[in-house]
Structure formats: structure tokens, C-alpha cells
């Protein structure tokens, strides 16, 4: 089950907020803390939890993607979701390549372009968390200062790893 996590920071600068939220806080809190706003996103995690249905929650076995997004974005047809997922696999390497090329070249264009693509690419799997790895990598691209590049790499590896092995996952959970 999802426990919620609310950010409560004294970081209150312009996109504090959004990283927290990209990082999968399920809700953000500014210091001081003004008690009205607290308990507003309390109510507010608590009525998302709530409305969930129970087989919605207990359908969400496979890490790092939430199955019943990815089944209602292709109505159902888990023969989709193999081949796209055949895709990726065939894909994504080559896109991991040219991200790490960018880093190392300094090439923040292209290291926008590419992590742009890949985060489209694992979009399609509902994947929040690898996702936000690359739309990080997309920002620090965009923004043209590649200093923290690198460990946005590593945290994108990681995040990779666990897509793979949970597309994986799905031809065992199919089998089984």
C-alpha cells in the first residue's frame, strides 16, 4: 500500500515545490508552517487514498509502474503494452548512450533532446519515477548548466533497471 509523504521544508524558493512533487512527495509544505495549509493537504492525501478503489490498489504489484494507468492508456491490450515494451528494450540503450555522450561532451543541447525522448519512451509505461529521472536529466539540459549531470545519470541507471525488470515482470505475471 502507498504510504503518503508530505515534503515540510524551509526551501519556499520558485520550483521547490514541483522537485518535491517530481521526486514523488505526494504533497508539499513551506515553513513556517501555517496550520489551514496542512491540514488541507492532509485532507487532500487522505480523500486521494480513499477514492482508490481497493482492486486498483491491490492490482499495483509491478514496481515502478502503475499498471492500471498503463492498461487504460491502451484500453487494456497487454499484446500492446509486450510490444511496446519490445520497443523500449531495443531503444533505450542506444538513447542511455547518447545521454551519457552529452554529459561527457558537455552538450546540453543534446542532452535535452535525448533525455526528452526517452522520458516520452517511458512515459508510454506510466513509469512516474523513471519518468521524473529523465524529465530531470530534459531540465538540467534545458537549463545548460551540466553540473549535476552526472548523479542525475546514475539516478536515471537505477530507475532504468527497475523499468526493465518490471517489463520483465509482466510476461511472468501473464504466465502465471
Not at 520558485?14 to 514523488?24: I, M
Not at 558537455?106 to 542532452?111: N, S, T, Y
Not at 549531470?149 to 510476461?171: F, G, W
Amino acid at each position: 500500500t502507498h504510504i503518503p509523504i508530505i515534503a515540510m521544508t524551509a526551501h519556499a524558493m520558485k520550483g521547490d515545490r514541483e522537485r518535491c512533487l517530481e521526486a514523488g512527495m505526494d504533497g508539499y509544505v513551506a515553513k513556517p508552517i501555517q496550520i489551514e495549509e496542512l491540514n488541507r493537504i492532509l485532507e487532500n492525501v487522505s480523500e486521494e487514498k480513499s477514492q482508490k478503489p481497493a482492486s486498483k490498489q491491490r492490482s499495483c504489484k509491478i514496481p515502478c509502474i502503475d499498471m492500471n494507468e498503463l492498461l487504460s492508456r491502451v484500453d487494456g491490450d497487454m499484446h500492446l503494452v509486450k510490444e511496446l515494451a519490445e520497443i523500449f528494450i531495443d531503444d533505450y540503450p542506444q538513447l542511455m548512450h547518447e545521454i551519457q555522450d552529452a554529459i561527457a561532451c558537455g552538450d546540453a543541447d543534446l542532452l535535452q533532446k535525448t533525455a526528452h525522448t526517452l522520458k516520452g519512451s517511458v512515459g508510454n509505461f506510466a513509469a512516474k519515477s523513471v519518468f521524473n529521472a529523465a524529465l530531470r536529466l530534459e531540465r538540467i539540459g534545458s537549463s545548460g548548466d551540466l553540473s549535476g549531470a552526472r548523479e542525475a545519470y546514475i539516478v536515471l541507471e537505477e530507475k532504468i533497471e527497475c523499468l526493465k525488470s518490471a517489463l520483465a515482470a509482466l510476461d511472468m505475471e501473464e504466465a502465471a
